[in-house]
């Protein structure tokens, strides 16, 4: 399963990572309808039906997800008010070079994915370089377990989990999709379950190579705030924090997405 969308300014291409067409479709037709758009491909709802009138929206702002570091981490939520069987849900990442943003800036996403008929949640996470890397895979790691561990009150399916996200919060996204337990990003003292893991990942304009040669000054030095140590452990901790690198050592079933500037 393939789809490619224009968005926004910006052309996406997005593979889903394990057989679960209609939620990755659905997270691409809900975030190709923000500010009202028609999706370019899809038509359905989550559920594969005909998008109709949409529900009334629950909104649940700045509940504790974790606590790491000494730093309480909060989440938005937004779900339809009126479900009768577990929904799909997303996770929404902002972006900020990982050191900016914020989490209130998805509200309106959040309440047009609830619209669609998802459960749409959108994590803080730590910035750097007060926390560098790989803190921010830490804190959106913890997030997907805090969705799965509460999937009962929430109304959620824990099988049917994706993510999505903008910039540095595409990246964390990838890193979501294509990374597992032995890869390291779990977080100290982190619970063995519920998992960490997403069934789909839509990716807006990430960076998935933080060692890419190619890199404007300005990107390099972005990278740079996060890493610390000497010259060759950044560039390993690089390294690992790239999706490509995920990627490579996984392979299936983990798939990259990538976006670029049209």
């Known amino acids: ?35 009202g758009q028609a999706p370019p491909l899809f038509a359905s709802t989550a559920t594969g039906q005909p998008a109709a009138e949409p529900p009334d929206v629950t909104r649940s702002y700045d509940v504790v997800y974790t606590n790491a570091a000494g730093t309480e981490l909060r989440l938005d939520v937004a779900q339809p008010s009126e479900r009768r069987a577990p929904l799909p849900a997303v996770l929404v990442i902002h972006g900020g070079a990982w050191r900016e943003g914020g989490k209130e800036e998805n509200r309106k996403l959040l309440a047009d994915f609830a619209r669609r008929g998802y459960i749409a949640i959108s994590p803080q996470y730590r910035f750097c370089p007060e926390s560098p890397f790989p803190a921010q895979v830490h804190d959106v790691k913890a997030a997907v377990r805090w969705v799965r561990a509460n999937a009962a009150s929430l109304g959620v399916d824990p099988d049917s989990i994706g993510a999505m996200g903008f910039s540095a919060g595409g990246q964390l996204a990838l890193m979501l999709g294509l990374t597992g337990p032995a890869d390291g990003f779990e977080g100290k003292n982190a619970p063995s379950s519920p998992g960490s893991g997403v069934r789909a990942v839509v990716s807006y304009f990430a960076p998935l190579d933080l060692n890419d040669p190619t890199l404007s000054e300005f990107g390099r030095s972005l990278v740079a705030n996060c890493l610390t140590g000497n010259d060759r452990a950044r560039a390993a901790l690089a390294k690992r924090t790239s999706s490509a690198s995920s990627a490579a050592a996984n392979m299936a079933p983990a798939a990259p997405t990538s976006a670029s500037h049209t």
Do not use: T, W
């Open 1 to 35: 399963f393939h789809f490619e969308v224009i968005y926004d300014g910006f052309q996406c291409e997005g593979y889903e990572l394990e057989p679960d067409a209609p939620l990755i479709a659905g997270l691409a037709d809900a975030a190709a309808r923000v500010n």
